[in-house]
């Protein structure tokens, strides 16, 4: 397996065509398709599934997508190294987000913090049993996530399982976001049987988002009817939300943020289960060695939410 092959099937699954990629890439498309060919060959798998549209990954391609984008931050980061100037400072950022949409003036505050020749921010925004496994790993320093009630138990026992330690660091209600132009856009409120007639954007799949899309079917009526649509991406959500009048179900942290794309946010009656502003860490009191990067960056995700005050 090559670098090279990993970087053009990230590039090919980003692009959603064979050649689109082969442009942004200055390689031919036969090239391109012989590329990822063998690299499906080597690890025995499709991962690709090609239609007039153009192309989109398998589930397993999915899987591999994530990994390559993770080596690839590596390699790179690897590469800058390299170029650093004698004297000159490294600094990095190293975090996994699952289920929250972070402000965009975040990281522009924190590179205005940050004293460094050079600053690499490794940002991994995926599910959060992966998420759990990179700061396992160290892949991540820490990972901030978005869980609910009856997601928490069974996260927090894996927690245990890992030596690493969360803290719930806010609440919130549960929230449906829908676009502004959407039926029920302007409600006070809006009841779980309102949602059955509708598409449900739901996160990548994994064991906690599985679970919660085993518990939200539960409380929809007509439940053969409804549609599923699973989004990996940020902006391809945005635009089944605007175009294909989906709903999201989400939390109040990420209003701010969706409603700079038209995105209006409902409350779900009920209450029963609340959203958990979740922070991750490695455990036995090692909160204290996380890096002074990290530190600074967590008191800024802290002001920009409003978040109540633990010690790191």
């Excluded at 060959?41 to 990994?67: H, N, W």
Aim: hydrophobic residues 40%; proline residues 2%.
């Amino acid at each position: 397996m090559k670098l090279n092959q990993l970087k053009h099937f990230i590039e090919v699954v980003d692009c959603g065509s064979i050649s689109a990629a082969s442009d942004k890439l200055f390689l031919s498309q036969p090239n391109l398709s012989r590329s990822i060919h063998l690299l499906e060959e080597e690890l025995g798998a499709k991962m690709l599934i090609r239609s007039v549209q153009g192309v989109e990954p398998t589930p397993f391609g999915r899987q591999v997508y994530y990994y390559a984008k993770s080596i690839r931050e590596q390699v790179e980061m690897l590469e800058r190294l390299k170029e650093v100037r004698d004297g000159g400072t490294v600094s990095s950022l190293k975090m996994s987000v699952s289920n929250l949409y972070l402000k965009d003036n975040l990281v522009l505050r924190f590179q205005e913090k940050i004293q460094a020749d050079n600053l690499e921010i490794c940002f991994h925004e995926t599910a959060a049993e992966q998420a759990l496994k990179e700061v396992a790993e160290g892949t991540s320093d820490f990972a901030l996530l978005v869980l609910n009630d009856r997601q928490m138990p069974m996260f927090l026992k894996m927690t245990e399982t890992h030596n690493l330690e969360a803290k719930v660091w806010d609440r919130s209600e549960t929230y449906i976001h829908v676009h502004k132009d959407h039926e029920l856009a302007g409600r006070d409120s809006v009841r779980t049987e309102d949602l059955a007639d509708y598409v449900y954007i739901h996160p990548p799949h994994d064991f906690f988002a599985n679970l919660n899309l085993l518990m939200h079917e539960e409380h929809i009526t007509q439940q053969v009817s409804q549609k599923t649509i699973t989004v990996t991406n940020y902006h391809a959500m945005l635009q089944i939300l605007r175009y294909q009048g989906g709903y999201l179900v989400g939390n109040r942290w990420q209003i701010e943020e969706l409603s700079n794309s038209s995105i209006e946010s409902v409350r779900l009656e009920g209450g029963e289960v609340c959203q958990n502003f979740v922070f991750l860490c490695k455990g036995n009191g090692r909160q204290s060695a996380l890096p002074d990067t990290a530190i600074t960056f967590l008191n800024l995700v802290q002001d920009a939410y409003q978040l109540k005050d633990f010690s790191l």
